[in-house]
């Protein structure tokens, strides 16, 4: 790519990262006002950390997997109006309605439900577990329209969309504490009407432009693209939360754990906005042709690599002096987990650039039969590494199930397109940084070290890792 182009994607890059991180700061910037000994504690984030599960859980099977399949067949419509109504209109109806047959179950089946769970304040599923759903959906709805505007270029209502849910969703949040229940119950709450009135917008503004419309035809299609990819979302939910299951049991631990996962969540949507704002233009590489393009599509793959790797060894240190400043409860004890919490996004981005021939090829089935693996495993390690080492077992399960995701999508894109990745900066690098600032933490813990120590000798492997694969490239642009 010349470099006025990598600019133009650097530009893009950052406007699309910097909004979608919008929601969750804000999250993190309202939680020290909502946690405090005469406010919520741990044992509080645990319970709100469970929710999230019904939320994510929701938000899996209503979405279905159209954020995807939008940023695919995007390409098959935009050049028929007609055909993009249909797709718009139908996407937004398939998730209402699919919203509203998991309400009616999760209604039929609350008593069961609320059985799985240990705590007393979960058990009571109705108490919480509808809003906690209603959330799920209304997320659904905003990702699915940021999706859209963010393939189609309109950088401003995917602004709007983006910040209208960080915005009003931590003020209802607040409302719902102070001012209905100082628990996860208003926390709850609040999250499931601020969500709402977004969502309810994105749905009167789809609809007033594209109509009100249900295309079972083309939603077949769309469906049958998506339903290996909603497999996947199942076990990669799987993968989100059998930890905190596993850990819902020692409610202390999972606020601490939940509280730096949090933070790492943050990390995560950063990285998808990035991610977002380079799939796209791998793919209209990939249209007009992979092997002719193969140079475009590992610059930017490379690029998105060293974007990430550089936030997250930029982020550690400020998550960790946040979280001691600014917390009261034992909540602070998670700034000692936020380095090893935080390396984990780097082989998913791994996973994610090696997964992008396999999208477009839509070879998606393969991503089932992997998740199945790594799902099978992760169960296993929480289920004995949990009781003894706790919120380093649920580490040690998520990032072996992690690497293994890496290398299994790794070779199987390799089968399916010729793309010959730059794997010192794809591969080996980033591995061997995870692994080390792993030994980093295992030294720590067995003499004892502050936690700032093994931080921040992480953050300098993470930044010379880079500085050294980039050096000539990093010549390249100053010189211009």
């Known amino acids: 790519m010349n470099s006025q182009k990598v600019k133009d994607h650097f530009k893009l890059t950052l406007i699309y990262s910097a909004v979608a991180a919008i929601p969750p700061i804000l999250q993190v910037v309202i939680q020290p006002i909502i946690e405090g000994n005469s406010r919520l504690n741990a044992e509080d984030f645990a319970l709100i950390g469970m929710a999230e599960m019904i939320t994510s859980l929701a938000f899996t099977i209503s979405l279905f997997s159209m954020g995807n399949a939008l940023s695919r067949f995007f390409y098959d419509v935009n050049d028929d109006r007609n055909s993009y109504n249909s797709l718009v209109s139908s996407v937004f109806s398939s998730i209402l309605f699919r919203g509203a047959i998991l309400l009616t179950i999760a209604f039929a089946f609350r008593n069961q439900i609320g059985s799985i769970f240990s705590q007393q304040e979960l058990q009571n599923f109705s108490s919480y577990g509808f809003a906690a759903?209603?959330?799920?959906?209304?997320?659904?709805?905003?990702?699915?329209?940021?999706?859209?505007?963010?393939?189609?270029?309109?950088?401003?209502?995917?602004?709007?969309?983006?910040?209208?849910?960080?915005?009003?969703?931590?003020?209802?949040?607040?409302?719902?504490?102070?001012?209905?229940?100082?628990?996860?119950?208003?926390?709850?709450?609040?999250?499931?009407?601020?969500?709402?009135?977004?969502?309810?917008?994105?749905?009167?503004?789809?609809?007033?432009?594209?109509?009100?419309?249900?295309?079972?035809?083309?939603?077949?299609?769309?469906?049958?693209?998506?339903?290996?990819?909603?497999?996947?979302?199942?076990l990669t939910w799987g993968l989100t939360f059998a930890d905190k299951y596993f850990m819902?049991?020692?409610?202390?631990?999972?606020?601490?754990?939940?509280?730096?996962?949090?933070?790492?969540?943050?990390?995560?949507?950063?990285?998808?906005?990035?991610?977002?704002?380079?799939?796209?233009?791998?793919?209209?590489?990939?249209?007009?042709?992979?092997?002719?393009?193969?140079?475009?599509?590992?610059?930017?793959?490379?690029?998105?690599?060293?974007?990430?790797?550089?936030?997250?060894?930029?982020?550690?240190?400020?998550?960790?002096?946040?979280?001691?400043?600014?917390?009261?409860?034992?909540?602070?004890?998670?700034?000692?987990?936020?380095?090893?919490?935080?390396?984990?996004?780097?082989?998913?981005?791994?996973?994610?650039?090696?997964?992008?021939?396999?999208?477009?090829?839509?070879?998606?089935?393969?991503?089932?039969?992997?998740?199945?693996?790594?799902?099978?495993?992760?169960?296993?390690?929480?289920?004995?590494?949990?009781?003894?080492?706790?919120?380093?077992?649920?580490?040690?399960?998520?990032?072996?199930?992690?690497?293994?995701?890496?290398?299994?999508?790794?070779?199987?894109?390799?089968?399916?397109?010729?793309?010959?990745?730059n794997l010192s900066k794809l591969l080996y690098s980033p591995l061997v940084c995870v692994i080390l600032i792993i030994v980093f933490e295992i030294i720590r813990v067995n003499f004892d070290l502050n936690h700032y120590i093994s931080a921040t000798a992480s953050v300098m492997v993470l930044m010379l890792s880079l500085v050294i694969l980039y050096r000539n490239d990093i010549k390249r642009q100053l010189k211009i």
Do not use: C, H
């Open 248 to 421: 819902e049991r020692y409610p202390a631990d999972l606020g601490i754990y939940m509280t730096a996962v949090n933070f790492a969540l943050g990390m995560q949507i950063i990285m998808q906005g990035l991610q977002g704002a380079t799939q796209p233009e791998i793919f209209r590489f990939m249209k007009d042709g992979t092997k002719k393009r193969e140079d475009d599509i590992k610059s930017l793959s490379n690029m998105l690599m060293a974007q990430s790797q550089a936030l997250i060894g930029l982020a550690i240190i400020p998550a960790m002096l946040y979280l001691t400043i600014f917390y009261e409860t034992d909540v602070r004890l998670a700034a000692g987990f936020i380095a090893i919490i935080f390396i984990r996004y780097i082989p998913r981005t791994q996973y994610i650039i090696f997964s992008f021939p396999v999208y477009f090829e839509k070879k998606t089935q393969f991503f089932l039969y992997l998740n199945i693996i790594s799902l099978g495993l992760n169960v296993i390690l929480n289920f004995f590494l949990i009781p003894r080492f706790l919120i380093y077992g649920a580490v040690i399960s998520i990032m072996v199930s992690d690497i293994i995701q890496v290398l299994g999508v790794y070779f199987y894109a390799r089968k399916i397109s010729p793309i010959r990745w």
């Open 133 to 234: 759903i209603i959330t799920g959906i209304n997320r659904s709805i905003n990702i699915s329209a940021a999706t859209l505007y963010r393939n189609e270029k309109r950088v401003r209502a995917f602004v709007i969309v983006n910040l209208a849910t960080a915005v009003i969703r931590s003020a209802f949040q607040l409302l719902g504490l102070f001012y209905y229940e100082m628990s996860f119950i208003g926390y709850v709450y609040g999250s499931a009407a601020g969500s709402s009135l977004v969502s309810l917008g994105v749905l009167i503004y789809s609809y007033k432009v594209s109509g009100f419309r249900y295309n079972r035809s083309l939603l077949n299609d769309m469906n049958r693209f998506a339903w290996p990819l909603f497999q996947y979302g199942i």
